[in-house]
């Protein structure tokens, strides 16, 4: 069991340092977020690292060396704090703890390094157990401090919508919710971890902390980095849509002169020419929650009239013709070199679809090709 979590240990650890060096060094665009992400797992992997190393016996004999326990893990919640205010856009708005984070982190190693020099020098023969007291109190006061600062996250992303409403036009931020839940276990592993410890002096409580830290690692290192990319290009693409394109790439109705059973005229055809024209100026078709009820009310019109508008002139349901104009939006952005870095998930999340797979089977259906297949051909 124990070379099962040393392996699980060590993989997350190269993981962790395999998706630094993708991310800071390959990408063309890295920015603070993206930073402040990469820390956090630089971080998880350097406090995990460590461990291994010790767990392992890949240690000096050095006596500096065997006590001087680097305290990673203090700066793991300081930089997701300062990673989640970037995402968020609200580091202007909210207490900035980076600093004194910082601050605190090296005043730590200052005291270690001293505990560690009189223990060496003054204490005879050279007891630790002064070390490992400082060791319990900074562990205590860091479990503090990360509960602290967790908190704060929780409250930024559950409680206080009114900063953070911005974002929340484009990413619902249900994986961070999920994110902060999974690290609201991992911090009560901890604290049962170090109480355990402290009444005891057993560590092998620390396994479900280390076991539950690598699977955190995995996480936060995906999902952050993909949702931010998404985000991103999904701001960007939004200052970019040109609903005069769609406008004109929209086909005109006409009435049938085959199809005149009394409601084909003159005045239904102006209706749904507007009904189409607020859509598109308003930009309703970007909604992945418009519903035929909304759309009834905001144009005045009973449901089943403007049903019936929609199914006679563009010969779509609403469902589809809703669609039709997302799939055009998205065939500008697809066929445009100046978006081409763009992902096609961000698109066509930003196109008003709710999930990649409605976006694929909707193009698909519209135009008989993938996305994908679309921006090669174009």
Known sequence: MGSVINFFLIAGVVQGLAFNLVTMFVKKKCDKVIVFLNL?????????????????????DLFLIQQLLVPWYFLILPMFYAFTTHFLRVQEKVNDFLRISIAIFFFEIVIRLCVISYVYYEVP????????????????????????????????????????????????????????????????????????????????AYV???????????????????????????????????????????????????????????????????????????????????????????????????SKLINSYSDYNFSDFINSLRVEQAKQFLSNNEFSEYTIVAIGLECGFNSKSTFYTAFKKFTSITPSEFRREN
């Open 125 to 204: 023969e050279r007891d630790t157990s002064l070390i490992q007291n400082y060791t319990t109190f900074e562990d205590i006061f860091n479990l503090i401090y990360a509960i602290f600062l967790f908190v704060n996250s929780c409250l930024l992303i559950f409680k206080r919508n009114q900063l953070i409403s911005f974002i929340l036009s484009y990413d619902d931020l249900n994986w961070i919710k999920w994110f902060i839940r999974f690290g609201t276990v991992v911090i009560v592993f901890w604290a049962g971890a170090l109480a355990i410890k402290t009444l005891t002096g057993n560590e092998d």
């Open 40 to 60: 956090t797992v630089l971080f998880i992997s350097l406090n995990n690292l460590q461990r291994w190393l010790i767990d392992n016996d890949f240690i000096s």
């Open 208 to 306: 479900f902390l280390r076991v539950g830290s690598s699977i955190l690692l995995y996480w936060i290192g995906y999902q952050g980095f993909y949702k931010y990319n998404v985000l991103r290009d999904r701001i960007v693409l939004r200052s970019s849509i040109d609903t005069h394109f769609l406008k004109l790439t929209t086909p005109n109705t006409h009435i049938s002169n085959q199809e005149e059973d009394g409601f084909y005229n003159e005045k239904h055809k102006q209706d749904f020419e507007l009904v189409r024209n607020y859509i598109i100026e308003n930009k309703l078709y970007l909604d992945p929650l418009l519903n035929m009820e909304i759309l009834a009310i905001n144009v005045g019109m009973s449901k089943s009239y403007l």
